[in-house]
């Protein structure tokens, strides 16, 4: 049987898939967001090293829907920056605040007490502590240190909550990205529907989104298998939840008697 020829010709070089950080972002259009890596673009924004970094999709998802160049972004717990990054990208201007700044641009200041003016901000975005999982810094009065077991973390993200509000300009929107805290042995805390219900003394909801964690410890067997045998669930989402700050009612106009009848001329009352 004769050999069979090989023909160099029809070999074809396939290209490596692209990496995961390199492809461009879209716009999502369901509340079921999953991304494919922490960054995008092939940029790094912020830091993938922070411990709880903000996906950068999520930034660039919410800034592309909500704001146009040239409008200020305001992110009250900065972190690494990720914030920042992804607006000024973006053609935004961005200010950063954090109890521990970890980089020059952040300026430091308790998220409690935002030194902003009232109505300064186009936008706010902030991504809380989730109680006590991670140790973000040794700063006293970093609300990560505050268990979510206990009423101080709501008391805590309730000022933080007001003063969003305050520094938000009316007619604009917010969004705050949290995930729930499971402790085995100590059981669950609803922290997403406890924030929401402090939002809602001050905004109006437009949407809440699901957005699917790409922790790599979720994959990790030792987890999984402690998720099994001690019959519980393993973080699988983060809330992110969309919220309105409604314009003031317009003022009444002058000379109107409200809740009174119109007087009569007088030759009517004759």
């Not at 940029?43 to 903000?54: I, L, M, N, V």
């Not at 969003?164 to 402790?183: Q, T």
Request: include cysteine.
């Amino acid at each position: 049987m004769p050999k069979r020829q090989h023909n160099h010709k029809q070999q074809r070089t396939l290209k490596p898939p692209p990496r995961p950080d390199s492809l461009p972002p879209r716009l999502e259009a369901t509340t079921l967001w999953d991304f494919p890596a922490q960054n995008y673009g092939g940029k790094k924004q912020g830091s993938t090293a922070y411990a709880g970094a903000t996906p950068s999709y999520i930034v660039w998802n919410l800034l592309q829907r909500y704001t146009v160049e040239g409008e200020l972004v305001v992110d009250p717990m900065a972190g690494s920056g990720t914030t920042l990054d992804v607006a000024r990208e973006l053609g935004r201007e961005a200010v950063g605040f954090d109890v521990n700044p970890v980089r020059p641009d952040i300026l430091q200041a308790d998220s409690r007490v935002i030194p902003l003016a009232d109505g300064r901000a186009d936008f706010v975005f902030v991504d809380p502590p989730y109680s006590t999982h991670i140790d973000y810094s040794d700063h006293p009065a970093c609300i990560g240190k505050l268990d979510a077991a206990t009423p101080e973390y709501y008391q805590a993200m309730a000022t933080v909550i007001a003063e969003i509000d305050r520094i938000l300009s009316p007619g604009r929107h917010m969004a705050l990205y949290v995930s729930d805290s499971f402790v085995k042995g100590r059981g669950f805390h609803p922290i997403g529907f406890e924030l929401f219900n402090l939002m809602l003394a001050h905004f109006v909801p437009v949407d809440i989104v699901s957005v699917v964690r790409r922790n790599r410890t979720l994959e990790m067997g030792n987890y999984r298998r402690a998720a099994e045998e001690g019959n519980f669930f393993l973080r699988g989402f983060n809330y992110l939840f969309i919220m309105h700050k409604p314009l003031p009612p317009p003022p009444e106009k002058r000379g109107a008697r409200r809740g009174k009848q119109r007087r009569r001329p007088a030759r009517e009352r004759r």
